[in-house]
């Protein structure tokens, strides 16, 4: 987690690339795309602890699978304050969506761990060569279904049997 800072801070490009691990032209990018709008100093910008706080939203927007875009928009507060009904309407559907596609990526990573662990456990026994209970073989034999239905989903192709 990034530590909040006081907001008359400044902060060069190699600051923030560094801070945030991304490149000079990411921010640059950024910038392009109006998204942080750091000041100028002669030839050398000077990011505020506000353009710091939007990149550290932008990487996050990103990380949950935002569209740049999407990002531009929830950083831009106008639409907060918009007494259109029409405009606050159609933010709150795109936040709904979001969050519902989120929630199901949540729950396809949790049922995939799931999933992960009883491959291991299946792994475990047989690897002290133990028989495995007949719990772990009917999971290991519901991993191997979902693995074999996504390789088809990925490759469109069914898988090989060996």
Not at 25 to 36: A, D, P, V
Request: no cysteine; aromatic share 6%.
């Amino acid at each position: 987690m990034v530590k909040p800072v006081p907001p008359d801070t400044e902060f060069t490009i190699r600051e923030l690339s560094k801070e945030f691990d991304v490149t000079p032209r990411t921010l640059r990018f950024y910038e392009q795309k109006g998204m942080i709008t750091p000041m100028r100093r002669g030839a050398s910008r000077v990011y505020s602890a506000m353009d710091r706080a939007r990149v550290e939203l932008i990487l996050r927007g990103k990380r949950v699978g935002f569209a740049l875009d999407e990002i531009k928009e929830m950083l831009d507060l106008r639409f907060i304050d918009s007494r259109d009904p029409q405009v606050l309407e159609a933010a709150i559907a795109r936040f709904e969506s979001r969050i519902n596609v989120l929630e199901q990526q949540r729950e396809d990573v949790e049922r995939a761990l799931e999933e992960m662990h009883a491959g291991l456990d299946w792994l475990n026994a047989r690897r002290h060569e133990n028989e495995p209970s007949e719990e772990i073989k009917r999971r290991a034999r519901a991993f191997e279904a979902l693995a074999s239905a996504r390789l088809e989903d990925w490759t469109g192709m069914p898988p090989s049997s060996s």
